[in-house]
């Protein structure tokens, strides 16, 4: 099993910036790909970018050129800076790391952006 904990979401004003951080523990051995998704209420799970073990990154063209994914693997941490925010990035964002076959979630955590 592997165990993320997401942190660092809250309210930002429009054009303002947030850091998102998620620690994953337990399992972590062969943890590959590592990610941040969002998901609206009553909306399918939207992804917003990804990293590979070899940092190797993947965007949302709504946010290419806005966020900044990145890891540490030594701290089994991954990160996601958000610039230039705007009201529609206000959403629960979740972290997601995929261990061998399997997809594990965190909680999710609340992104709130005042326009």
């Known amino acids: 099993q592997v165990h993320l904990v997401e942190s660092g979401g809250g309210l930002a004003q429009a054009g303002g910036s947030l850091r998102l951080s998620c620690a994953a523990s337990g399992s972590i051995l062969g943890i590959g790909r590592m990610g941040w998704y969002r998901q609206h209420p009553g909306n399918q799970r939207e992804l917003v970018a990804t990293?590979?073990?070899?940092?190797?990154?993947n965007y949302a063209d709504s946010v290419k050129g806005r966020f900044i994914i990145s890891r540490d693997n030594a701290k089994n941490t991954v990160y996601l800076q958000m610039n230039s925010l705007k009201p529609e990035d206000t959403d629960v964002y979740c972290c997601?790391?995929?261990?061998?076959?399997?997809?594990?979630w965190g909680q999710g955590i609340q992104v709130t952006v005042s326009s």
């Open positions: 997601y790391a995929r261990r061998v076959q399997y997809n594990y």
């Open positions: 990293i590979t073990s070899d940092g190797t990154t």
